[in-house]
């Protein structure tokens, strides 16, 4: 994992586009099993449709802790607002 600074936006569209290639891949395998392909094509699909959501993912982790943080911060607000004394007004 590379230490990078994301955003929120960053994180949720690593996350995003990690699903789509997943699910592209996953339909093209399908396609390929059920429309049968070529022999000599059959290894390039098997390597492009399992490498292909593997590299995608590689950062997914890093965009998880980014979403992971915003919600400890969210958290840890509430909790300092909750030792606020309450004032009547």
Known sequence: MTETTETRRDAVATCLIAGVT?????????AAVLAPAPPLVVPFI???GIGL????????????D???GDARLIAQFRRELERLPETTG
Request: charged share 5%; glycine share 0%; net charge neutral.
């Open 53 to 64: 959501p593997l590299l995608a993912a590689w950062d997914v982790p890093a965009a998880v």
């Open 66 to 68: 980014v979403l992971r």
């Open 46 to 48: 098997v390597v492009v």
């Open 22 to 30: 997943a699910t592209i891949c996953a339909a093209m395998l399908a």
